[in-house]
């Protein structure tokens, strides 16, 4: 058996891929849980890319300037809920096509992202260092790949219960949820629809804008033009893999974090496999999932009966 079949085949090769499972999974996680929030209003934001490369733009910046990720990361999740509100704006006050507006916003981020980095293409910036905590990280297998990462990642770890209760056992998400399923009766009932779907998508921009900056402050250290590299399209996708349910949203950022993992790590120990198809397979996979997934649509559960649908009051 050759050495590189050996390293493939090493236990130690495996939970790399699970622990860089959870750490490259996390940004679309975090654009995923938003997206999750805006799509239970009945608003469809493909605006996210938009959101996400404007957060990884401002967040860089802003630590660059100070030296505080801390600062970045505010910074992130505000120009994300700044580009979002555009789109909340223009879709619910407005009653603009929604497809229309997040593509424009889109490519409005992505936009204002490279004349606003310009200046800061090259520069590096310190990364958030992993933390291993004390007793979890000592567990076999699962402490390395669960309990060594930043602090972005264990910020996960609480905010998807907190969004599952928030959207299942809260009176907002009951209102967010009747909202997304019948705004007429929604209204008929006195809650303000356009204010909780204003509201869903600014948080939903939030956490775009965050899962941005975890692109140039954790897994790069420095910024480049078009840093999303899709993974707002991707966190799109996976919110229909999920069901618009935010548990299974963790399960469908590992799956892409996994296989963008392997890939890296495949080429790591110098198997003789094209790095453009590695590069493609992440994307790939997202691609088949999604398809599986629509082909399933008719018996999937979840689905808001007014996603995308436009609402004023008669």
């Not at 940004?27 to 890319?49: F, Q």
């Not at 404007?54 to 809920?81: K, S």
């Not at 004390?134 to 930043?150: A, D």
């Not at 770890?157 to 959207?167: A, D, E, G, H, S």
Request: one cysteine or more; proline letters at 4%; charged letters at 10%.
């Amino acid at each position: 058996m050759s050495a590189d079949a050996q390293g493939l085949l090493s236990s130690t090769f495996w939970i790399s891929v699970l622990s860089g499972a959870v750490r490259s999974g996390t940004p679309v996680l975090l654009a995923g849980l938003g997206e999750v929030l805006a799509e239970r209003s009945g608003i469809l934001n493909l605006g996210v890319e938009g959101a996400m490369v404007m957060g990884a733009a401002v967040g860089f910046i802003a630590t660059a300037q100070t030296g505080t990720v801390l600062v970045g990361l505010v910074a992130a999740a505000l120009a994300g809920l700044a580009i979002s509100a555009i789109h909340a704006l223009l879709c619910v006050p407005l009653r603009a096509n929604q497809v229309g507006s997040g593509i424009a916003v889109t490519i409005f981020g992505l936009g204002v992202s490279a004349f606003i980095g310009r200046p800061f293409n090259g520069r590096q910036v310190e990364t958030l260092h992993p933390i291993a905590l004390p007793v979890l990280s000592k567990i076999p297998v699962l402490g390395t790949v669960l309990f060594e990462h930043n602090g972005l990642v264990y910020f996960t770890y609480l905010l998807v219960p907190v969004i599952w209760f928030l959207l299942y056992k809260t009176h907002f998400g009951l209102s967010l949820r009747m909202v997304g399923e019948s705004p007429e009766a929604a209204d008929a009932m006195g809650l303000p629809v356009d204010r909780l779907r204003f509201v869903a998508v600014l948080l939903g921009g939030a956490l775009a804008g965050v899962g941005g900056a975890y692109l140039s402050l954790v897994l790069a250290g420095n910024w480049v033009d078009g840093m999303s590299a899709g993974n707002g399209w991707i966190a799109v996708a996976l919110v229909i893999f999920a069901a618009w349910d935010p548990l299974r949203a963790v399960l469908g950022s590992y799956l892409f974090g996994g296989v963008l993992a392997f890939t890296q790590r495949v080429q790591a120990v110098g198997i003789g496999i094209s790095p453009f198809l590695l590069g493609m397979a992440p994307y790939v996979f997202t691609l088949l999932v999604l398809v599986i997934s629509m082909r399933r649509a008719e018996k999937m559960t979840g689905v808001p009966a007014a996603l995308g649908a436009l609402y004023s009051r008669e």
